[in-house]
């Protein structure tokens, strides 16, 4: 057994097999399909000595099994895996195979982790969402058009009070959600508890006064006992979302959550805050469209993805990558893909024809940075979110919306 044995292109993936595609650079000295072979094997059940097992461990070995295209980032290589090697319903163990010591051997110069297909064993042994994009209609009244999310800015720093009362304008200007920022957790200067209990207070108020479901996309990211306990706190305070940082908390904790908010009927708002320290680099890592197919498999209701080159943030293919959220996985939910950074009413409408309806609208800035203060900027947003769902353009729509107007001419069109 030696890495020779790992490679065979004759072979056809089996409907149980997970089939993964890289892309690599080999190092130096080594050809693509000796690179192709160590990464099956040291992925699966192989390593740099030969071996000569006596029982047939071979079953459990992954093979390279084709081997291009080639573009200026590297080689694509196709491993299949038999899902005999995983453990039922773990993505730490999963993750431990396909995306662990291959990313750092020296057989290869860059690695990434491009694409995943799932078989059905493996992918019926998670969960997945439990409410993906009926969020819409099950937990809002957004119907066919985008839920409106909104965090508060400053990120950090704000009193509870403050915060809250940010949130009852940018309610009562029109948002659905308001939501936690990736780094607000459980400061001294906005506690948790005393975050939540005030929030959903002014959270019935403002649902009262406008006739609309409104809610609050509430941050747990702790250790994962903590986070259960935050999930728990959340559903006393009648809240129905919880937000979780997947990537810094990390995916077993994201499991955890999963399990517990299925008896408390909560639904998951996955950030990705660090992705990029994985997806950024086109040749090396892990791919975005990756990291939501493991998000999608835990089972997150919601997941950013993007904003197809809009915006302030860098991004991988937005649109391809909402598709896969919404494709069929063996009978598992969708999950609605979240479009956020740099967002503001000016940039909506090429937002939703670039990813279509079926995605929540989150804004920071292009809300709270409007010259007439947060109320004013969510009117902006949601008649921006309206006339597009109407078929009428940004400025028509703006002469009967001064808020809109005053957007459109503070940050423009682009
Ligand atoms: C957006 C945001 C979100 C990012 C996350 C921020 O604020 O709150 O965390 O969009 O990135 O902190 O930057 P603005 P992504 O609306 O003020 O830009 O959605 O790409 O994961
Ligand atoms: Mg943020």
Redesign the pocket.
Known sequence: MEYADFLDESYEPSDDDLVCTFRLVPGEGISVADAAARVASESSNGTWAALSPESDVRQYSALACDIGPEDEHGTQVTVAYPSGLFEDGSLPQILSCIAGNIMGMKAVETIRLLDCEWPAVIARSFPGPQYGSDVRTELLDAGDRPPLA??P?P?VGLSTEEHVSVAESAWRGGVDLL?D???LTDQTFNPFEQRVADSFAARDRLEEETGERKDYLVNITAETDEMVRRAEFVDDHGGSFVMVDIITCGWSGLQTVRRRTEDLDLAIHA???M??AFDRLPQHGVSMRCLAQFARLAGVDHI????AGL???E?EDTAGINEWLRSDLHGHSDVLP???????PGIVDQLLDALGTNVMV????????HPDGTEAGARALRAAVDAYADGESLDSRAESVPALRTALDEWGTQ
């Open positions: 909104t965090v800015k990120k939501k920022d990736e780094n950030h990705r805050a992705h990029a950013h993805t993007g904003t915006g302030k943030l991004n979240v479009a956020s950074g740099g967002l503001h989150q804004a920071g800035g292009g809300i709270h940075g």
